[in-house]
């Protein structure tokens, strides 16, 4: 027997979920068994698959909503519920799968970038969009698995079976296929893509691009932040005109940026960064020369409710973006994410917050490690602290401590049942927030600070140590 852990979501998560539904709920647990899931509405798998098909959850944060989440069980007399790590593994192994011929399936996100290229790439050699008649029809299969294969390299999914897994996935996800399709027509609109480019995601091209960039940023990198080839471009996808080599050998990251810039706006090397689409889609491009790159401080935003009635704070700019402050999960720091704007969706991790914090305003940020060590009492008085400091008004440690014992989770348990670990993390998380909100408000840098932490977030380079390069973004 052999159980999932959680960090398997990203690999297993869809062909569980799948699984699940096409046995009608029944599915192998790791003591041997078969017990029946309810997958009905407004179920907690009901959820999962939701959660899978959230192109915006993190990874993490779909691994920390399991940890608290357990599916429904109906019709059995000795459980109640089946949690991620009771379900039996091996059938879901690539050896369990029809004797190994079929591969182990690609995590969604492989999945959805790669079908944006399939889709794009059809729709520049065929004149038209692809359909879901395509997706079945024999003839289609045979000119998408051999004539699109030819100008699309998608990493592990790069070959005839991977694309028709591709095709088999969007098949059984109708809201993934708009999305490809509508990608496709914006792109080839609004970069003038034609039959002469390729595309790549996961490729020996795009992945050499990435490896310039990032000993360039190494050599500039003199306080240690870990900082990801997504900062410098979020390019998802990259495409390329048939017979491109790439970018010159470069000495500096000035130099390959200058290069990703004029061979973008010549439409022959470009990155883009992917979203799942809505019922409305955006382009827009990022870090041109004459983009404002500079994020004014405008407020922190009131609680909705009572001030303990979530763990997180908002931090809001003068153009209107809002950056929500909160953890995805116990055991670690917060992230800053940007909620409002074109930019939805960045995120700067507390290495950085703390960075910007300490860089500017010469303060110090405890960690989670650190205010778990306080007793409730010292945890009230820093809330109480911040909140006066922030609002200009007091708030009592009975209406705090009593709004936090009658908090309760999304699967409505009550916080005095929580682990101690989800506890510590539910109180770390707001203080972080706050004494990150208190220290901007009376900064009188706080213009350069928020500069420093949404640029950053939504890939516009980190101020004072690199520029990031041109890219393209659909959402």
């Known amino acids: 027997m052999s159980n999932f852990t959680y960090d398997k979501v990203e690999k297993y998560g869809d062909l569980v979920a799948s699984h699940i539904v096409k046995n009608k709920g029944k599915v192998k647990a790791t003591n041997g068994k078969t017990y029946t899931i309810n997958i009905k509405k407004n179920t907690v798998f009901a959820q999962f698959q939701k959660n899978l098909g959230n192109a915006n959850m993190a990874w993490k944060t779909l691994e920390g909503w399991l940890r608290k989440n357990r599916f429904e069980v109906t019709g059995s007399k000795d459980k109640s519920e089946l949690g991620w790590t009771e379900i039996e593994k091996t059938v879901f192994s690539q050896k369990a799968s029809s004797g190994g011929n079929k591969p182990v399936a690609a995590d969604k996100t492989a999945l959805a970038e790669s079908a944006a290229c399939i889709a794009t790439a059809y729709l520049c050699q065929k004149g038209k969009d692809l359909t879901i008649r395509d997706l079945s029809s024999p003839d289609s299969i045979k000119y998408l698995t051999v004539n699109i294969d030819k100008i699309v390299d998608i990493g592990k999914l790069d070959s005839k079976k991977g694309i028709k897994t591709v095709l088999d996935w969007l098949k059984a996800n109708p809201d993934w296929f708009e999305t490809s399709v509508t990608t496709a027509k914006i792109l080839k609109q609004k970069l003038k893509l034609g039959s002469s480019h390729h595309f790549h995601r996961d490729s020996v091209f795009m992945n050499t691009i990435y490896k310039q960039a990032l000993l360039h940023i190494k050599k500039l990198n003199n ?253």
């Open 223 to 475: 306080v240690g932040l870990r900082i990801g080839g997504d900062k410098w471009n979020p390019g998802d996808i990259w495409i390329a005109k048939s017979g491109s080599k790439g970018f010159d050998a470069t000495t500096d990251l000035t130099s390959l940026n200058k290069q990703v810039a004029d061979k973008f706006m010549k439409a022959d090397i470009m990155g883009v960064s992917l979203k799942k689409l809505g019922k409305s889609a955006t382009w827009e491009v990022y870090n041109l020369k004459e983009q404002e790159r500079n994020f004014r401080f405008d407020s922190v935003k009131s609680p909705a409710g009572a001030l303990m009635d979530s763990k997180d704070m908002y931090l809001v700019t003068k153009s209107g973006k809002e950056i929500q402050i909160r953890t995805f999960d116990t055991k670690n720091n917060i992230q800053a994410e940007i909620k409002g704007g074109s930019a939805a969706g960045g995120k700067a991790g507390f290495g950085l917050v703390s960075y910007a914090i300490q860089k500017v305003a010469k303060q110090k940020i405890d960690t989670w490690e650190e205010i778990g060590r306080l007793s409730v009492e010292q945890k009230i008085k820093r809330i109480q602290k911040h909140h006066v400091s922030i609002f200009k008004k007091s708030i009592t440690s009975k209406s705090i401590l009593e709004a936090v014992q009658n908090k309760t989770n999304r699967t409505g348990k009550p916080y005095m049942t929580w682990t101690q670990l989800q506890q510590d993390d539910y109180w770390a998380s707001k203080i972080q927030a706050m004494h990150i909100c208190d220290v901007i408000v009376h900064s009188k840098q706080k213009n350069d600070i928020m500069s420093i932490i949404v640029a950053y977030a939504a890939s516009l380079g980190l101020k004072d140590m690199f520029d990031a390069s041109v890219y393209g973004k659909v959402f």
